[in-house]
């Protein structure tokens, strides 16, 4: 069973970049990273679970939240079983448990539906504070 571990959260100061990380594991027999499209979401204290950034299953295309574009960028490395959210120019309101989700529907993205999501990680938090 397909399973995901995000790291890369910590505490920054507003303007500053990080990078979480995703690995994947515990494919089944015969599938592969490039079976799934991927997923980062983020939940606020108090808010609703929000789409960040999704990246299809190939990597051919990506799509961003209007709060993420410019400054954050999904990518996968299928040979690595790791997927990334590269994320610059930190605000302390992106400040959140950030995780990253697996689906087996569809082949490109198209919004952010968290039921398509079959498999999801444990989450990292970021937190942007001075």
């Known amino acids: 069973q397909l399973q995901l571990v995000e790291s890369g959260g910590g505490l920054v100061q507003p303007g500053e970049s990080l990078r979480l990380s995703c690995a994947a594991s515990?494919?089944?027999?015969?599938?592969?990273?490039?079976?799934?499209?991927i997923a980062w979401f983020r939940q606020a204290p108090g808010k609703a679970r929000e789409g960040v950034a999704c990246i299809s299953k190939r990597g051919e295309t990506s799509d961003y939240a209007e709060s993420a574009k410019g400054r954050f960028t999904i990518s996968r490395d299928n040979a690595k079983n790791t997927l990334y959210l590269q994320m610059n120019s930190l605000k302390p309101e992106d400040t959140a448990v950030y995780y990253c989700a697996a689906a087996s529907v569809y082949h490109y993205c198209s919004g952010y539906d968290p039921y398509e999501y079959e498999t999801w990680g444990q989450g990292t938090q970021v937190t942007v504070s001075l």
């Open positions: 515990g494919f089944t027999l015969g599938s592969t990273l490039d079976y799934y499209r």
